[in-house]
């Protein structure tokens, strides 16, 4: 079914209660037949999509706040992503770029060279997801440096496979039952050290979570040398949609100088345009060595891409492939959403609808204590709610009301709508945001 009528909707328009008749006939089925490990937030059974508006099998329509958890970057089935797909579906489906030579494969990794916030060029190996991107960073870091330590963050997330879930620290449940896991991989406090065992005063010079890595875990834990690489969230996401300090990036980029270690920077969820720069790291002024991408790449086709510099990426022949990676579709569909989000100005849209956004809640935050704190770049935003409970309220009261968005860090909603989502559609989502707020504190 196409998306023919949903164009131009800018408010939720409900017409059964939820879930629907449909939806709960499907939801039956699901809870029989499939993983119960899926967290699945809520009732909600998507059918098809235009932009940033959704609708459901039973044909309510919701405006979509998540992009499919940050995900459709130039909205739901752009005509010229769908257009890219089918006319790639058509031509060729498969080929395995790890025994051959598909010409989209380096078609797409020469266009993100040419994106890549790295000055020397960038080469790309292509994944299926994000986790499968981080996997391949972890290998390459300890390949290129012949180190076997990997040191990440509280709070972050990496994926769920075995490599990146040992990165993985934002919540328990992620790793319980699943360990050993993978060993070398340590873990440091985060941004501006609210979580540091001995919380900063706030008058020291530079950044006691630096100072943390250097001074503590480097002297007592593992030395410094043995360390291959430093994988960060440049904005947390499912960790709290929170923005470090400024200049804590570029701290962190001068401590791998001093010591040998590579930066990894994991904009699985922070990149492609949506904190308004083509990378978050961009807004920080800083060149990762190995950069890992997913998520918004190709519209929603399932690809990631491990992206290093050409001194970095000298693994030999048959060091690491995949069958699938970098499949034509979601190369066909990476390339359209690169040329979208070029030829529709979307990094500039993600700027300023972001702001909108960001006052508007400044503006509820004003009237209502719950708001704790609104932080976020670009169409990134984090909302602080009082405590975990009122974060799920307003998450399913949203969905009550039409608005899909999700839970992050311990008490907060994140907004991560399309690049392509309007003024007018931000404005809805503010009035229903203020509505949601208000109702769950009765
Ligand atoms: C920062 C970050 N890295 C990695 C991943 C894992 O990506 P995937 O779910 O495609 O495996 C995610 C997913 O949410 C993420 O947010």
């Known amino acids: 079914m196409s998306a023919g009528g949903l ?9 059964t209660e939820l879930p629907g008749p449909k939806a709960r006939q499907i939801l039956e089925r699901d809870e029989r037949t499939t993983s119960p490990s899926l967290p699945r937030a809520y009732p909600f059974v998507p059918a098809r999509g235009s932009g940033s508006v959704v609708e459901d099998v039973d044909g309510n329509v919701f405006l979509d706040v998540n992009a499919g958890i940050a995900v459709t970057s130039t909205g739901h089935c ?4 769908v257009e890219a797909i089918q006319r790639q579906a058509a031509e060729l489906i498969h080929y395995s770029a790890s025994d051959f030579y598909l010409p989209i494969y380096s078609e797409l990794a020469e266009r993100l060279d040419e994106i890549a916030p790295m000055s020397d060029p960038a080469r790309s190996f292509l994944t299926n997801s994000g986790t499968e991107a ?3 960073a972890i290998k390459l870091a300890r390949y290129a440096t012949r180190r076997q330590y990997v040191l990440a963050f509280y709070d972050s997330f990496h994926g769920r496979s075995y490599g990146s879930v040992s990165l993985t620290a934002s919540k328990a449940k992620y790793r319980a039952g699943f360990g050993p896991l993978l060993p070398g991989v340590l873990h440091a406090f985060y941004g501006d050290g609210r979580d540091l065992p001995v919380p900063p ?3 020291e010079e530079g950044f006691p979570t630096i100072d943390h890595i250097e001074g503590f875990l480097f002297e007592k834990i593992v030395p410094a040398d043995e360390v291959a690489a430093i994988v960060v969230e ?3 996401g499912e960790g709290g949609y929170i923005v470090p300090p400024d200049g804590w990036l570029r701290a962190l980029r001068e401590l791998c100088d ?3 270690i590579l930066l990894v920077a994991d904009e699985v969820q922070s990149g492609m345009g949506r904190t308004g ?3 978050a790291v961009e807004h920080m002024e800083v060149e990762p060595d190995i950069l890992v991408a997913g998520k918004g790449i190709a519209s929603g086709m399932p690809l990631g891409a491990m992206i290093a510099t050409d001194r970095v990426m000298t693994w030999m022949k048959g060091a690491h492939g995949s069958t699938y990676g970098g499949n034509p579709l979601s190369c066909a569909a990476a390339i359209a959403t690169l040329d979208v989000i070029r030829d529709e100005g979307l990094l500039e849209n993600a700027t300023k609808v972001g702001a909108l956004l960001v ?3 400044r503006d509820l935050q004003a009237r209502q204590d719950a708001i704790r704190e609104v932080r976020g770049l670009g169409l990134m935003i984090g909302v602080e709610l009082p405590d975990h409970d009122r974060a799920a309220a307003v998450e399913r009261e949203a969905f009550d009301r039409g608005l899909l968005l999700l839970g992050c860090g311990e008490a907060s909603i994140r907004l991560s709508p399309p690049l392509v989502f309007r003024e007018d559609q931000a404005r809805v989502a503010l009035g229903l945001l203020d509505e949601v707020v208000a109702a769950t504190g009765a």
């Open 78 to 81: 752009h005509p010229r992503v």
């Open 359 to 361: 006052n508007g809640l």
């Open 201 to 203: 005063r706030g008058d």
């Open 234 to 236: 440049p904005v947390l």
């Open 277 to 279: 720069a083509m990378w």
């Open 258 to 260: 001093r010591h040998g």
């Open 134 to 136: 981080v996997e391949a």
């Open 7 to 15: 164009e131009g909707v800018e408010a939720p328009k409900l017409i």
